[in-house]
């Protein structure tokens, strides 16, 4: 019999407190038998993925609980690219992109092409492949309006602004080279020449024809943001030799494991929002647990809604965020002869009156037959800030965690 | 309705249990019903400035709760030069200076020139403006025998001694280099002659003639510490776009405001001691939140009684800035719509014991309508040390409690 760690994430779970809900944050006021299960039989903290006070994004917070460091910190073009199933060289630049309607004077009349979905792959299929100055060019569509860029070629660079104007109204901007190196202003220069030849294509294309015809809004230019590079950063997975898989429907989620040398399983079950198929997702991470030495269950539906600003939407996410980890207890106990450690976190608070993300830090646990267990008997923001964890940063929690695999590297001798 | 801050500081707040306080802190044994409502509504914890152990000055201590990092700390000059309103340029060297008084061997008999009040002003401006090697010379006032001393010329260091010999029945030091730049040695050899020509101009002046006519000590020298230059880093204010104002009289803490980027309101009746105006301050603060986003209070009589060793006179000035807290608290119900975030703070521990700064921690509280709340119900040393933000860094709560206003960077996207 051997160990192995589960890490359920619920994304955007921290909240604040609300006069609607008792002066409770939502999941203080939820019903969550389970996860208060999982939080009396180990120790509690609330953690900073980054610093206290400081706003991450999904991608940063993620990288962050999959063993990634800060300041190998890749961009988000690079994490759109992986989870795409793009695989970056070394020298690549990756971009986030969006498909964008421009009129004659370049001016960002929608920064979504008014959010396309069909046609959106054959666009994608028609800029992809082609060479701009013996750069080639990767192209690839992904959810809605979105996409991915990446520039493979010699001397290039990931020091240049962005060319999403990010509002509307405004005229969409050339790249320009951050720094004074050589290769920032040739790929700059070779970014602009790309996005010029993209205009092309799209301008007649028999997909924006039809949408011109049917009243919608063309995708006649593609808006880059978020270039970044690969880092030499080592995959933990290889790092410290353990198998590692990520269960999630979100790009970024993917991209992010991706990265850090996990596999990934996915389906098409799987959704962003409350819907989202719960007795499978239970089913893979529990199969999984079967093959891999740690296990990332991903859940993303409390995120969105914060986002919405949506209250009692959010208390609703996360009961059923609670009935995932009934699920998941159950198919442990039924199923899984290994010891199984499991972790609860979050990759940042999304509080519904914010309406993003903020700086406060996330309830966590870290659960299981060997470890010491605090007095804290629920999990929630409040609770667990009475716990044995402390207050703890998002490396030293995934850190903490990835040692009872009895794996980690001692210092000294 | 927006959302505002507002930090209150006690200077040197922190200290040690006494018997003669049945073995509790000043702020323990204090009456503190305002300061208990706000921790009670709130997270609360202790903080360190800089590192566990490692006691602050003023000026570091207020330099980092308005947002300085540590790094790039300028060093007591530039502050009290702010503190003048004197504006420093790149490249200017700025000297805490006190008037003082030396023998014919220029040995220092007296370090404060017999606390100078009167005539400090007329003495400033005899040596303020002169020139020496092409180095412009400014020198101003500042409370009682204190004064500042700004070199303003091209290839000046502020790697440089000072010529303060701290003790007095020794004599009066000579500037040396510090390192072994070109700069170093010029700007040394420049205070010299500085020194020098002050020394001149204050020997034969109407008001020293009279002050010995008078029996009382000449103000024959100047004596330098602390010197430094303006550090590159971004005013906060501007780094995260928000408007500030510190209400304060402490001259070092309204410098360290300024060079934040924060505006300043003082008064006469605003005194470093137990009889300062807080009706008034309280006014000024409930005032300025009606137009800045961020507003700092800084009450001073807490330090002195520590510095004096009064334990008595320290629960006393505690038990007024309670009072403060009360007026604040009042006028932000009658007259403010936004909804106010509220934290507590101190620059450092005054220990009555040790009559100086010490490297304990201090109390700290974020409390407010939607900050999550823990169970303590009482700001004191010992209360705040069960609460949830935990043992907490300077610049991360300065950071947490900024972070309400929605205005920092997020990392990653």
């Given at each position: 019999m051997g160990r192995k760690v589960l890490l359920m994430i619920a994304d955007g779970l921290g909240d604040w407190p609300y006069e609607l809900l008792d002066n409770q944050t939502p999941l203080q006021y939820a019903t969550t038998p389970h996860l208060d299960r999982i939080a009396t039989n180990g120790m509690t903290g609330l953690m900073d993925l980054y610093q206290a006070?400081?706003?991450?994004?999904?991608?940063?917070?993620?990288?962050?609980?999959?063993?990634?460091?800060?300041?190998?910190?890749?961009?988000?073009?690079?994490?759109?690219?992986?989870?795409?199933?793009?695989?970056?060289?070394?020298?690549?630049?990756?971009?986030?992109?969006?498909?964008?309607?421009?009129?004659?004077?370049?001016?960002v009349i929608n920064r979504r092409a008014g959010r396309i979905r069909q046609g959106a792959k054959e666009l994608a299929e028609a800029l992809n492949d082609i060479e701009v100055e013996g750069v080639k060019v990767i192209f690839k569509e992904a959810t809605e309006h979105r996409a991915v860029l990446v520039l493979r070629g010699t001397s290039l660079s990931d020091q240049i602004t962005d060319t999403d104007p990010k509002k509307e109204g405004i005229a969409a901007k050339k790249a320009r080279p951050i720094d004074d190196s050589f290769e920032s202003?040739?790929?700059?220069?070779?970014?602009?020449?790309?996005?010029?030849?993209?205009?092309?294509?799209?301008k007649d294309h028999p997909i924006n024809q039809k949408r011109v015809e049917e009243g919608l809004l063309p995708a006649n230019t593609i808006l880059t943001r978020g270039s970044g590079k690969l880092t030499n950063m080592p995959k933990i997975t290889e790092r410290l030799n353990f198998t590692a898989c990520c269960i999630a429907s979100e790009k970024t989620v993917l991209g992010a494991a991706t990265l850090a040398g996990f596999d990934i399983r996915t389906d098409l079950s799987f959704t962003g929002n409350i819907d989202t198929n719960i007795e499978k997702k239970a089913a893979y991470a529990v199969e999984a647990l079967k093959s891999y030495d740690f296990v990332a269950l991903h859940y993303k539906a409390a995120d969105l809604m914060g986002h919405d600003g949506n209250i009692e939407g959010k208390v609703q996410a996360i009961n059923r965020y609670d009935e995932l980890a009934g699920y998941v207890l159950k198919g442990i106990e039924q199923e899984i002869n290994d010891e199984v450690i499991i972790g609860l976190a979050a990759d940042h608070s999304t509080p519904c009156a914010r309406y993003?993300?903020?700086?406060?830090?996330?309830?966590?646990?870290?659960?299981?037959?060997?470890?010491r267990k605090d007095k804290v008997t629920q999990y929630n923001e409040i609770a667990c800030g009475e716990g044995s964890l402390n207050r703890i940063s998002g490396p030293a929690f995934t850190t903490s965690l990835l040692d009872y695999l009895e794996k980690t590297i001692k210092r000294g001798s």
């Open positions: 006070g400081i706003p991450v994004g999904t991608d940063l917070g993620h990288l962050t609980l999959f063993g990634y460091l800060y300041e190998n910190y890749p961009g988000r073009g690079p994490v759109e690219a992986a989870g795409k199933g793009i695989q970056l060289f070394e020298g690549d630049v990756a971009f986030r992109c969006n498909f964008g309607t421009i009129d004659e004077d370049r001016v202003k040739r790929t700059a220069d070779i970014l602009n020449k790309v996005r010029e030849k993209f205009e092309e294509i799209l993003e993300h903020s700086g406060d830090p996330v309830p966590v646990v870290i659960s299981g037959k060997v470890i």
